[in-house]
């Protein structure tokens, strides 16, 4: 096992501190404390709360992707690739109730007023996994399995039901989505795109 680093112990530090008080509340002296770090340490790493935050964002967001994209790796139909991410987005979501929770939060930060900028870290965490998404999207549609649409709808019609659902699973004590429920949401986002 690898040992922690000063980076990934203000990270872990950085998702307490905002899961508990906010992005807008939370001090980067509440992030220090919580790590157990120095200033110097602190600041050489994460010169400002905004890139605390972008990093965090994007350090669970990769985390979530890698999850996600799975069930679209190589040979899988549409319909079975389209059912397996919501499938996964569910599993990963149940399975880390508080990083979907944080990206949730932090997802909802106003770039402008917070400092956020795009072309950050979770520009690039984006980027990446968009691209295979799109790519593979693309290959489907070619084919004939999906109907043609821009990559931002058909992002909206796949993910968007599920991704309204996730505070409130969330929220739960023990976070569960029943299986009815998990059935209806592929389902739905199968037949928003089938061709």
């Known amino acids: 096992m690898e040992p922690t680093t000063t980076k990934d112990k203000l990270l872990d530090a950085a998702t307490k501190v905002f899961l508990a008080h906010g992005f807008s509340a939370a001090s980067m002296d509440m992030v220090r404390v919580e790590a157990g770090v120095s200033n110097g ?14 990093a965090l964002y994007a350090h669970t967001l990769r985390d979530f992707h890698a999850a996600l994209l799975p069930p679209i790796a190589g040979n899988a139909t549409a319909e079975a690739g389209v059912k397996g991410l919501i499938r996964a987005y ?38 990446d996994a968009f691209g295979a998404l799109a790519l593979w999207v693309g290959r ?5 399995e999906m109907r043609a649409m821009p990559f931002p709808v058909w992002m909206a ?12 699973w969330v929220a ?20 928003a795109v089938a061709a």
Do not use: C
Request: no cysteine; proline share 6%; net charge positive.
């Open 172 to 191: 739960q004590a023990k976070p569960a989505v029943a299986p009815k429920v998990r059935a209806a949401l592929e389902h739905g986002a199968w037949m």
């Open 41 to 54: 340490s602190l600041y050489h790493h994460f010169p400002t709360k905004a890139l605390l935050a972008d």
């Open 90 to 127: 569910i599993q990963w979501v149940l399975q880390h109730p508080e990083q979907a929770r944080l990206l949730h939060k932090l997802r909802r930060i106003d770039g402008v007023t917070e400092g956020m900028a795009e072309g950050t870290e979770r520009g690039a965490a984006n980027a």
């Open 140 to 144: 489907q549609t070619e084919a004939g």
């Open 157 to 168: 019609l796949v993910f968007s039901p599920a991704l309204s659902l996730t505070q409130h």
